[in-house]
C-alpha cells in the first residue's frame, strides 16, 4: 500500500524522538498503533459487508432469472442459487416450527 522503506521509517522515529522526547515516545506508539488497527478493522468489517451485499444481491437476480422462467428448465447456476436460497429460509423457519 505504502512504499515506505527502512530508511525512511528511521528517519521518521528519529524525528518523533526528537520531538515527542524518550518519556513520551512510546506512549505516541502505542496511541499510534491502537488508531491503526482500529481503522484496519473497520475497513475490514465494511469489505465484508460489501461483499456479502454483493452476494445477496447476486442471489436476488439469480431469483428474478427464475422465476422468470417459471422455476423450470433453469440453468445449474440458477438452480445452486435457488437451492441455497430454500435452504437459507428453511434454516431461519427451523427455530419456530412446532415440535
Not at 23 to 29: D, S, T, V, Y
Not at 53 to 71: P, T
Request: aromatic share 6%; hydrophobic share 40%.
Amino acid at each position: 500500500m505504502f512504499d515506505i522503506g527502512f530508511w525512511e521509517l528511521l528517519v521518521v522515529g528519529v524525528v518523533a524522538l526528537l520531538v515527542l522526547g524518550p518519556e513520551r515516545l512510546p506512549g505516541a506508539i502505542r496511541t499510534t498503533m491502537k488508531t491503526v488497527r482500529s481503522v484496519k478493522s473497520t475497513a475490514s468489517g465494511f469489505k465484508q459487508e460489501v461483499e456479502h451485499q454483493l452476494r445477496v444481491h447476486e442471489l436476488h437476480e439469480n431469483l428474478k432469472k427464475a422465476e422468470q422462467q417459471g422455476l423450470e428448465d433453469i440453468s445449474p447456476e440458477l438452480q445452486k442459487s435457488v437451492d441455497e436460497l430454500k435452504n437459507a429460509a428453511e434454516s431461519v423457519q427451523e427455530p419456530y416450527k412446532k415440535k
